[in-house]
């Protein structure tokens, strides 16, 4: 998404910092996604960006969600989403969360420990549950291994756990890691995951599912392949790896890939000063109030109102709050020029902003407007 | 504070997570640190916890407030506190809250910048502004130097520059980082801040506040200084190095050691599993809804409820979101035998908890009770 007069306008007239969202973005992401890979089903991860309209844009498109906690469930519910549409993607949830997305109708079910087998199973019998292949996925951003999914041969003892307990072991989940930029992991993971459909076969266990997780990268400063690249790999390995399997369901869970390009973050210098050998900028957005992934190294490209990349300086980008880990980036390049109440655009700012927004030190989170709702706003 | 009979029976009936607060541990901290500084006013540094019933508690005892914000501002009106006593400490403010503040009455502006100098002189023409030494604060855990402070010269010329924009150059804050565990860094910073009152003597200017900023620290797992120890240190170095300049103002921004130790996070465990090697528990509470300072390495005492340390185990301790950040401490040492749905108690967790968490993946912050609400509810 790019900045436009609109948004300029919008900038210059209403209060940052501000969050604008392009509906029809998260769209077109939606409809290109679907053709490119026309056999998947697509579970919107609901985390990356809850906005309303968002979700609604995407029920009517005829999105699925992944779901990650009793919140965004009735979230969804709010705006007429069936539980026949979500799947509840954490394997990680509570006893009472499970029993109520099982009362509601929800079908699917993440796991990827015993335990968590056993929590499904005592809350959701006969519910159809998928496990979680770890991968190895140092070629993204976030590699998510670790916390989430476990080995082969663990998710195998898994999901025949699952079968002795009297669920409905249904399929394999992988995640490539958010932000990926390799579109080989996806062929690596389906293969990984045809062993366990094997190897189970052989064990009379039939899976029907295979879900593909999210980490289609979103453009920031890095070259990322293509959905549709993607989209070819991911076809050309499940026929290849899983041909012997018949009519599966195939579903991805994409966040970031939905909605990164269809925010751009709004924010205005209110502070530079020079520190010994340091140049300070200090925005009205910082860490705690959209800007969280930052601290993980998160890059964004970031626009100056005005101002040029051609003649650049090395600055320390801050938040406003009066907590030294609201520091956005440390010594980055910056129009050189940039000075106080410039207005500072993070582009694609769409996924995990908001979001992870609190109100630390007095600061609300910034508002969120939608493309349209800005063009009332400014009229 | 330590879990009780209460907190522990609460833990049994209530939903987790929550964090327990004991007004009567704020008040003999706040008692206990008047004692300790006798010609000290406190400022209580409202970001380490905005609860109300803090602030009403604070007030009743006389306390000023370090505020950062127009929201912690209004908070403080909300409860009948006069501007009179609080005092604007960010150096990182919108014009617009400047004169906000300013109009209302607040005396007392940070700066650390000419260009703040100007903003403050522009909205709140003469009002009284101190500026920070950047201390060097390799002995805290926070070392807050870098983003906040600047050195001593330069702290010398923004306050000749407040000087001839009009404002009061009033006095030197500074801060040795927060949870600091050195006490002599308080006569290292008082000693800096006399070389700044002393040189701006010579130019006609007599300052009349020296802020301590805040650092005192709250026991976790190292040995800390007392709040006495603390005190005697200050107040002997006010007297070496600053004996010259008389009926000075001497204020300190408590935060954490207010609230830190009057605070209990109850989380419950809902989950545990093995991958690999590793052994991993997680809980009902993680870094966005609570334990964000354990991403910067932040010890807590963990208590598990009916399990001792006589015999432990390395595990890796996460929250409940689909998020790997939100990882609270990798290859800690538990009690071995920690296990589904065993109680999990973060000691001294009342600073700069429940203030940074955010709505993320659906889930709601920890609910925040008193003692006396706590006693309500389970009874």
């Given at each position: 998404m790019e900045v436009n007069e609109l948004i300029r306008e919008a900038a210059k007239k209403l209060e940052t910092p501000f969050l604008v969202l392009d509906i029809e973005q998260v769209k077109k992401n939606y409809i290109r996604l679907k053709n490119s890979m026309k056999k998947v089903d697509i579970f919107y991860a609901v985390k990356a960006n809850s906005h309303i309209e968002i979700l609604k844009a995407l029920r009517d498109l005829g999105s699925s969600f992944d779901v990650a906690s009793v919140g965004e469930i009735d979230k969804l519910l709010s705006i007429?989403?069936?539980?026949?549409?979500?799947?509840?993607?954490?394997?990680?949830?509570?006893e009472k969360d499970i029993e109520y997305a099982w009362k509601l109708g929800i079908e699917y079910f993440s796991v990827d420990s015993e335990m968590e087998v056993e929590k499904v199973a005592r809350r959701a019998p006969g519910a159809k549950v998928y496990a979680r292949i770890a991968t190895s996925?140092?070629?993204?951003?976030?590699?998510?291994?670790g916390k989430f999914g476990t080995d082969i041969d663990h998710v195998i003892s898994i999901l025949k756990w699952a079968n002795r307990n009297g669920l409905v072991p249904y399929g394999i989940s992988f995640h490539?890691?958010?932000?990926?930029?390799?579109?080989y992991k996806w062929q690596e993971a389906i293969l990984e995951a045809s062993v366990v459909f094997n190897k189970l076969m052989k064990n009379g266990i039939e899976l029907k599912m295979l879900n593909l997780g999210g980490g289609i990268p979103v453009k920031h400063t890095k070259p990322i392949p293509t959905v549709e690249e993607i989209g070819e790999v991911v076809d050309e390995s499940i026929q290849e790896y899983?041909?012997?399997?018949?009519?599966l369901m195939i579903i991805t869970e994409p966040g970031r890939s939905m909605v990164g390009d269809a925010g751009i973050l709004v924010s205005k210098v209110i502070l530079k000063s020079r520190k010994g050998a340091k140049q300070w900028v200090y925005l009205d957005v910082g860490v705690f109030h959209g800007l969280m992934e930052t601290i993980e190294n998160f890059q964004y490209e970031i626009q100056v109102e005005?101002?040029?990349?051609?003649k650049t300086g090395v600055f320390t980008l801050a938040g406003?709050?009066?907590?030294?880990?609201?520091?956005?980036?440390?010594d980055i390049l910056l129009p050189?020029?940039?000075?106080?109440e410039d207005i500072v655009y993070f582009i694609?700012?769409?996924?995990?902003t908001v979001e992870y927004g609190s109100s630390f030190n007095g600061i609300e989170p910034p508002k969120v407007y939608t493309i349209d709702e800005l063009k009332e706003l400014i009229k």
């Open positions: 007429g989403v069936s539980p026949k549409r979500m799947s509840f993607g954490n394997p990680i949830k509570k996925s140092n070629d993204s951003d976030w590699p998510l291994s490539v890691g958010s932000q990926s930029y390799n579109k899983l041909w012997k399997h018949k009519d005005g101002k040029s990349y051609d406003p709050t009066c907590d030294s880990v609201d520091t956005i980036y440390e050189a020029d940039i000075d106080y694609n700012a769409g996924a995990y």
